[in-house]
């Protein structure tokens, strides 16, 4: 059964349905409300105060979960159409970006160590996970947990 979890709260759940009902709407958080969930291949849990990010299929930032601003210090509006790597200032990795491969492969990249430039310009190690989106729309949920 497909596992879902909300880019908001983190809320994990399941369901054999990827939408709401007979509509063609995609199903919503039980917890928060948020307006929809990312279908995981594997169940995944989130350390307290991991922020997510969802990305559409170029890596341009589409949403952000509330955990994010604690993190980064940006809110939502200063990051949407931004490319992730970009918006964050990750670096700490060799070669290609681990959301460009996560996105041209379809490979989830759990882990990487990274490092994030804070909107006041800390840096501020962080552990990165990747995870490309297996429907019609493409994009990729990044999880952003403080180490």
């Known amino acids: 059964m ?20 007979f509509r063609d709407q995609a199903r919503s958080c039980s917890r928060c409300g948020f307006g929809f969930l990312f ?12 922020g997510f990010v969802v990305c559409d299929r170029n890596a341009r930032i589409i949403a952000c979960g509330r955990d994010v601003f604690e993190l980064s210090g940006f809110n939502e509006q200063e990051l949407m159409g931004r490319d992730v790597d970009e ?14 491969v996560a996105l ?22 962080v552990t990165a996970d990747f995870f490309p989106a297996y429907d019609d729309d493409g994009g990729l949920l990044v999880g952003l947990t403080p180490r």
């Open 87 to 100: 918006a964050f200032g990750l670096s700490g990795f060799e070669g290609e970006s681990p959301a460009q």
């Open 2 to 21: 497909p596992i879902f979890i909300c880019p908001n709260c983190g809320n994990r759940s399941t369901s054999s349905e990827r939408t709401a009902g």
């Open 104 to 125: 041209e492969w379809g490979v989830r990249r759990l882990g990487e160590q990274l490092v994030l430039r804070s909107r006041i310009g800390h840096v501020k190690p």
């Open 39 to 50: 279908e995981l291949l594997e169940d995944y849990y989130p350390a307290p105060g991991t």
